[in-house]
């Protein structure tokens, strides 16, 4: 099947699909434990919580749940045409979105009006024999996949781990075309993508990827997010456009004041203030300082006598100033001499 075919097909019923697979159970406890479990109905619960309710203990649910959960694969893959259904509609998405994905986006495309869809979309999934789930702990994300790309659970973690290695041995945040060159085993980025959005240790900005500890691409605080839109921007910018650009980021908490923003700008050593309100980042080659510091900065370089319209054009790769501030600056400042017509040194 072509990945990148869009679904035209009619939508299955989800939640009926998972009612008749419920009454495949003939024992109300058992379809209790594996409802309450999945959450079908309502919240997921725990072995403990469903243990207290039918007065057993937590390993005997952990035992029941196992055995039905097994008794219901072995009837899907049998043929049990209500998962076939919906199977079919789940791996149609997931072509689409780069075979694997995590669980709850694959719900919010297939079910959207349903408040109980990730909870279904997850029980069809661990029955269906051509997809592959991935259960959820500090390192993954509940992820789902195609079985004929990802065959099993422990191949899907080892091609979500060299993901992230990946990243990692790049050592600064990377756009998903070069990580996908880079991992050099996937037909399309798209296939790379998905296999990175199931690490709960890589996050990304705009398609760039890196680690989640790394701001560049999950900014936590003010002056990380600061340094992101800079960045991106890729030149220097007034306070108030930053406060602006972080408003409209796709930042997770972007509800800042420009005060603060001028607060953390001025805090940082990272920003430097070039201009009326106006900051750029020292990693472009800004450096603090005054208008008469940076015209130091340049004679001494220099180490010889400069024209005044030279030393003007350097302050200002610095500086977003007034030329007239600069020659103020030269004229009156006592460090700064004039040995010819229009030509300065520092001063003995």
Not at 165 to 183: C, P, Q, R, Y
Not at 189 to 194: C, G, I, K, S, V
Not at 316 to 334: A, D, F, G, W
């Amino acid at each position: 099947m072509n990945d990148q075919a869009k679904t035209t097909e009619a939508a299955p019923d989800i939640k009926g699909a998972v009612d008749h697979i419920l009454e495949q159970i003939e024992r109300d406890r058992e379809r209790e434990i594996i409802s309450r479990r999945f959450g079908l109905n309502d919240r997921k619960e725990t072995l403990e919580q469903i243990g207290e309710l039918l007065g057993i203990t937590r390993e005997r649910v952990r035992q029941l749940e196992k055995a039905i959960l097994i008794r219901l694969k072995m009837s899907a893959e049998s043929g049990m045409p209500e998962v076939e259904k919906v199977e079919k509609h789940f791996i149609r998405h997931l072509h689409e979105m780069g075979r694997a994905a995590k669980l709850q986006d694959l719900a919010d495309r297939v079910d959207q009006d349903n408040k109980h869809a990730r909870a279904h979309v997850a029980f069809i999934s661990e029955l269906a024999p051509n997809l592959t789930t991935l259960s959820e702990n500090d390192h993954y994300h509940h992820g789902v996949a195609i079985s004929e790309y990802h065959a099993d659970e422990k191949q899907l973690k080892n091609r979500v781990d060299e993901v992230v290695k990946t990243v990692k041995d790049n050592g600064e945040a990377i756009g998903i075309e070069n990580l996908h060159d880079k991992v050099g085993k996937y037909e399309h980025p798209d296939h790379t993508r998905a296999l990175a959005s199931l690490s709960k240790n890589l996050a990304n900005l705009r398609d760039s990827w890196g680690l989640t500890k790394w701001p560049t691409v999950n900014p936590k605080n003010i002056r990380d997010k600061i340094y992101v839109i800079l960045q991106d921007h890729g030149k220097p910018m007034h306070f108030s456009e930053i406060a602006d650009a972080i408003k409209d980021s796709d930042f997770k908490r972007k509800d800042v004041t420009t005060q603060a923003i001028h607060n953390e700008l001025i805090k940082d050593k990272r920003f430097v203030l070039i201009g009326r309100g106006i900051y750029a980042l020292s990693e472009w080659g800004y450096s603090k300082g005054t208008v008469s510091d940076i015209i130091t900065d340049i004679l001494k370089k220099e180490a010889a006598p400069l024209h005044r319209d030279e030393i003007v054009r350097r302050v200002l790769k610095h500086r977003h100033v007034k030329e007239t501030t600069i020659l103020l600056n030269l004229q009156s400042k006592p460090q700064f001499k004039r040995v010819a017509k229009a030509t300065y040194i520092l001063a003995d």
